[in-house]
C-alpha cells in the first residue's frame, strides 16, 4: 500500500483532518492509526490527534516514551518501537459520550480511562501527529480512520492487526478469549455419609 512518511511538526504544522460534521460538536468516535516508528522517535512523545483546531494546547492522545498509549498520565500496552523486531502497530482508541476512553494495540484492548473533559469532544477538524510544543516525532503511516462512533471492543478486536489494504480492512486477529469452563456437576446421590468394601465375611455379607 501507499505509505506516508512524517517529519517532526512545529506548532503551525499538522495534518488536518476535515470531519465534514457541518460544525456540530462530536462526542462519540474511533479513530485508528496503521503506523510504524522509526529509531529517531523512540524514547520520545509522539501525539496521535489535537482537538484543539488552534493547536495552542496539549495533544490529547499519546504515544509515551515507555511505548504507552493514553493521555493524562494514564498509559498502558506496549507499541512496538523496533529494538527487538520492526513491526507496525494498529492503535485504535475509541471514546463515548460517557467520557469513557478505550485504548486497544493491534486489536487487544490494553487500558480504559476517564475522558470526559470537553477537551475531548471534536469541532469541525481536528489534527493528527501534532502537538502545542514540539512533542512530535518522525514516522510513517499507511493509513488512518476516523468513524463517528464508538466501536465495541470485540469489533476492534475482529479489526485485527495492520492490513496493506487499509485501516478499514482487518488484519491479523487476536484469537477470541477461551469459554468459561463449566461449573462441576453435583455428585450423584448426594454427600456420602458410609462407604465399605469386603467386610469381615464371617460376620455379614461382603460389600
Known amino acids: 500500500s501507499g505509505v506516508m512518511r512524517f517529519q517532526p511538526t512545529t506548532p503551525t504544522q499538522g495534518l488536518e483532518i476535515n470531519l465534514n460534521n457541518g460544525g456540530a460538536t462530536v462526542s462519540n468516535y474511533t479513530m485508528v492509526w496503521d503506523l510504524f516508528r522509526p529509531g529517531p522517535s523512540w ?63 493491534d486489536g487487544n484492548l490494553v487500558g480504559t480511562q476517564t475522558a470526559s473533559d470537553a477537551r475531548f469532544n471534536l469541532s469541525s477538524f481536528i489534527y493528527i501527529l501534532t502537538d502545542e510544543d514540539n512533542e512530535t516525532q518522525p514516522g510513517y503511516l499507511s493509513s488512518f480512520r476516523y468513524l463517528d462512533n464508538p466501536l465495541s471492543s470485540e469489533q476492534v478486536r475482529l479489526l485485527g492487526n495492520v492490513s496493506s489494504a487499509g485501516a478499514t480492512v482487518p488484519g491479523p486477529t487476536i484469537p477470541e478469549p477461551p469459554p468459561e469452563p463449566p461449573p462441576p456437576l453435583p455428585p450423584l446421590f448426594g454427600r456420602t455419609l458410609v462407604m465399605g468394601h469386603r467386610g469381615g465375611g464371617t460376620l455379614a455379607p461382603e460389600n
Open 43 to 105: 524514547n520520545s512523545w509522539l501525539p496521535l490527534y489535537q482537538t484543539d483546531v488552534t493547536n495552542a494546547n496539549d495533544g490529547d492522545f499519546f504515544i509515551n516514551p515507555n511505548d504507552g498509549i493514553g493521555i493524562s498520565g494514564n498509559y498502558q500496552g506496549t507499541v512496538s518501537n523496533g529494538r527487538s523486531n520492526i513491526q507496525w502497530n494498529r492503535v485504535a482508541v475509541t471514546r463515548a459520550a460517557d467520557g469513557t476512553m478505550k485504548k486497544y494495540i
